[in-house]
């Protein structure tokens, strides 16, 4: 039997530092590894360890732009990211007075995604409302479209 800790009192909750939520999430998602085995070894749930990969995931998209891209997050632009499926994208940009992310999903098809050189691409406003509308901007013609809200 492993560790058993007993919680007591108003302080139920075990609290976990960043630096401790990040080797957790590191270790349980390193190649090889199993998440089931890393929650045993750290008492903690797979649903707990999932929660802080999303949750550094999401604030990690400004920091990606920052250090990756060596571009200044809150200059104004929008920098758009595509899931590895395709069928998922993320952008964000800094109006002047807050960061704003905008997400969308396709139910059916792909985001036609320009080739990149060097990792970015710039795009005109008019290929940038034709990836938002899921249209092949390369042939525009208007992808699927759901027949009923329900």
Not at 112 to 118: I, K, L, T, Y
């Amino acid at each position: 039997m492993g560790q058993v800790t007993v919680f007591s009192g108003p302080e139920r909750c075990r609290r976990w530092s960043d630096e401790e939520r990040l080797r957790i999430v590191a270790e349980a998602f390193a190649p090889g590894a199993r998440v089931a085995d890393v929650c045993r070894r750290h008492d903690v749930s797979s649903g707990l360890i999932y929660t802080w990969r999303r949750k550094l995931r999401d604030a990690g998209v400004a920091l990606m732009v920052q250090q990756g891209l060596k571009r200044n997050p809150h200059g104004g632009d929008l920098f758009v990211f595509r899931g590895r499926a395709g069928s998922l994208i993320k952008i964000i940009w800094h109006d002047g007075i807050g960061m704003s992310l905008y997400a969308k999903r396709l139910e059916k098809g792909r985001f036609v995604w320009p080739s990149a050189h060097e990792g970015t691409v710039s795009l005109p406003p008019s290929q940038l409302a034709c990836l938002l509308e899921g249209i092949d901007w390369r042939n525009p013609q208007y992808t699927w479209r759901p027949q009923s809200a329900g």
